[in-house]
Each structure stands twice: as structure tokens, then as C-alpha cells.
């Protein structure tokens, strides 16, 4: 009846990895932050285009019109997007990769991690496992990881490139051309979306509609006020590098709050990962000083019972405390 304690701690590492990977891929996504600040999003986009069609000289009514089709189009977007496939979370990651590609290594991966916790334990549920978070749980998590890293290096380095395109267009260069100078010096992601939007209107592509899929190819708030300005602007006309300086002031003003925000939960942040890691440190300790005072909790049924219940509610709780210190600007 009684299993080795490594067989055990490595199942309840298992366990505890596969839920959480499972549950931040399938059930993550509908408790994001992002439907909670939608409608802040959607106040923050009227008000900027109300201050950004005050400020021009052409017909008041054809620019509320043209405004309101345009937050008509980013809100059937928004709507469009709430359900992100993997071939947009592979692309907004940055991987070259297909849909194909990705499922092929998620199942060389599980396989590859169920034979060998299959040979190390010789027990078939290890296997079982293994291809569990090998295949669904670790695969995800990674993808999660580094869409999100890709999303927030493009949110901080676009203030710059539209402070770039701002001197540009007061020097007298055409739009496009100052995107093409963003799209030549600047790091990734930024150099590779405008050199998309380069190649898209080379090929006939208008200006607009190729500024617009950098909000579907980059979702976030930056990006879709840009698209929204350079719309507005190519339609009705005015004064582009005014607006763009609004909108680089705004965009500034965000990072900012962002930071104080940063600043102010770290004490929070703190108190989160001592609670979260206190029952691994005080559990580690007592099995090094009284090994046989926990062997209840591996030997018998209960006690693997208790012990994948904890788990299990220790990922809940450590979620919840990541959601409740988790602000979005």
C-alpha cells in the first residue's frame, strides 16, 4: 500500500503544476482583467477622441460620426476578441510556429516526460501524469508566458516610437515614412509590427487598414487608440502630430500611474509570496528534522487524499492573491 516519499512529492508536484497550468490556459482567460477594465478602456477612448476632435477645425457633426463608427468598430473588435485562438496566442507570443506545430511538440513533450517519470517510479499513474503536464498544462503556461512578456515590452517601448513618429511628421516627412523609421531602429516587437504595416501598404494596403491589424495582431489599449487616431486622422484630416503628441501624453501619464501602482503593492506582493510559500518551507523542514513524523501523509489513503486537496486549494489561493494584487491601468 505504501509508496516511496520521492514517488509521492514528485505526484503532488505533478498534480499541482498540471491544475495550475490547466487552470491559468482554460480558466484564467475568463476571469482576466481585461473584461474588468473593458468599460474603463471604452470611457478612455471616448474621452480621447472627444479631446482629439475639439482640437480640429473641420465640421463638428462629420467628426462625431466618424467617431462613433469608429468606437463602433473597436467595440465588435473587442467583441471578436474576447476568445483568442492559439494561432493568435502563438503570433501575439512571437513564435514562428503553426497551430500544428505547437500540438505536435505539446504531445512530444508529454510523451517524453511520461516514459521517463515511467521509468524512474515504474508506476503507471506517474505515466498517466507525465503526458498530463507534459501535453495540456506546461505547453500553455509557456505560451501564457510569453505572449504576456511580448504584449508589455510593446506597451513600454510605444510611447517612444510615437514620440519618433511625432518628429517626423513636424519635420515634414510623410506618415509612412516616419513608420518606416520606427519600423528600422527600434527593438522588437515594435520594428517587426511596423515593418508588417510597411509591407501591407506596399502591397496595397491603405495606410488606415494597415495601422488597424496592429490592434488585432498586439490587443492591447496602446495600440487601439493609435489605430483610432490614425483613422480619424486620414479620413477628416488635421493636425496629425498634435494628436499624436495627445495621445504620447496620455500614453506617458499611463505608464506613470502604472509604476506608482507597481510601487504601492510591492509591500502586498511581498506578504502574498511569504503566505504562498510557507507550507512548502514548514512542511520541507519538519521531513528534514523528523522524517517519520510525516509519513502518514505518503503511506496511507487519507493522507494522499489530504495531500492533493492542499494542493488543489493551495493553487485557488495562490491565484486569488495573484488577482487581488493585480492591477491593470
Known amino acids: 500500500?505504501?509508496?516511496?516519499?520521492?514517488?509521492?512529492?514528485?505526484?503532488?508536484?505533478?498534480?499541482?503544476?498540471?491544475?495550475?497550468?490547466?487552470?491559468?490556459?482554460?480558466?484564467?482567460?475568463?476571469?482576466?482583467?481585461?473584461?474588468?477594465?473593458?468599460?474603463?478602456?471604452?470611457?478612455?477612448?471616448?474621452?480621447?477622441?472627444?479631446?482629439?476632435?475639439?482640437?480640429?477645425?473641420?465640421?463638428?457633426?462629420?467628426?462625431?460620426?466618424?467617431?462613433?463608427?469608429?468606437?463602433?468598430?473597436?467595440?465588435?473588435?473587442?467583441?471578436?476578441?474576447?476568445?483568442?485562438?492559439?494561432?493568435?496566442?502563438?503570433?501575439?507570443?512571437?513564435?514562428?510556429?503553426?497551430r500544428v506545430q505547437f500540438y505536435a511538440g505539446s504531445c512530444v513533450l508529454g510523451a517524453t516526460l511520461g516514459i521517463v517519470l515511467l521509468l524512474a517510479t515504474q508506476e503507471l499513474f506517474m505515466l498517466a501524469a507525465g503526458l498530463f503536464v507534459g501535453g495540456l498544462g506546461l505547453p500553455h503556461w509557456v505560451l501564457a508566458f510569453l505572449r504576456k512578456r511580448r504584449l508589455a515590452k510593446f506597451s513600454t517601448q510605444f510611447p517612444d516610437a510615437i514620440d519618433v513618429i511625432i518628429r517626423g511628421v513636424k519635420a515634414g516627412l510623410p506618415l509612412l515614412d516616419s513608420l518606416r523609421v520606427v519600423s528600422s531602429e527600434f527593438a522588437e516587437p515594435i520594428r517587426s509590427e511596423f515593418r508588417i504595416v510597411i509591407e501591407t501598404q506596399s502591397v496595397g494596403l491603405s495606410v488606415t487598414d494597415a495601422v488597424e491589424r496592429i490592434a488585432e495582431r498586439v490587443p492591447v489599449s496602446e495600440a487601439r487608440f493609435f489605430a483610432i487616431l490614425i483613422g480619424i486622422q486620414q479620413k477628416s484630416g488635421g493636425n496629425l502630430a498634435e494628436g499624436l503628441g495627445n495621445l504620447s501624453r496620455v500614453l506617458r501619464e499611463r505608464?506613470?500611474?502604472?509604476?506608482?501602482?507597481?510601487?504601492?503593492?510591492?509591500?502586498?506582493?511581498?506578504?502574498?509570496?511569504?503566505?504562498?510559500?510557507?507550507?512548502?518551507?514548514?512542511?520541507?523542514?519538519?521531513?528534514?528534522?523528523?522524517?517519520?513524523?510525516?509519513?502518514?501523509?505518503?503511506?496511507?489513503?487519507?493522507?494522499?487524499?489530504?495531500?492533493?486537496?492542499?494542493?488543489?486549494w493551495m493553487s485557488l489561493g495562490v491565484f486569488i492573491m495573484k488577482r487581488m494584487i493585480s492591477f491593470e491601468v
Do not use: C
Open 1 to 98: 500500500m505504501g509508496q516511496l516519499p520521492p514517488k509521492m512529492l514528485i505526484l503532488i508536484g505533478l498534480i499541482a503544476l498540471a491544475v495550475i497550468g490547466v487552470f491559468f490556459a482554460l480558466v484564467a482567460p475568463y476571469f482576466s482583467s481585461e473584461r474588468v477594465a473593458q468599460k474603463r478602456r471604452a470611457h478612455l477612448v471616448h474621452a480621447g477622441a472627444k479631446r482629439i476632435a475639439t482640437t480640429r477645425t473641420v465640421d463638428a457633426t462629420q467628426r462625431r460620426k466618424q467617431i462613433a463608427e469608429s468606437l463602433k468598430e473597436l467595440e465588435n473588435r473587442e467583441k471578436k476578441a474576447r476568445r483568442v485562438t492559439i494561432d493568435q496566442k502563438l503570433l501575439q507570443a512571437g513564435l514562428g510556429i503553426s
Open 255 to 312: 505608464k506613470r500611474l502604472a509604476h506608482k501602482i507597481k510601487a504601492m503593492s510591492a509591500e502586498a506582493k511581498a506578504s502574498a509570496g511569504i503566505i504562498g510559500s510557507l507550507p512548502f518551507v514548514v512542511a520541507t523542514l519538519v521531513y528534514i528534522t523528523s522524517p517519520g513524523y510525516m509519513d502518514m501523509l505518503w503511506t496511507t489513503d487519507e493522507g494522499r487524499i489530504m495531500l492533493v486537496g492542499s494542493a488543489i
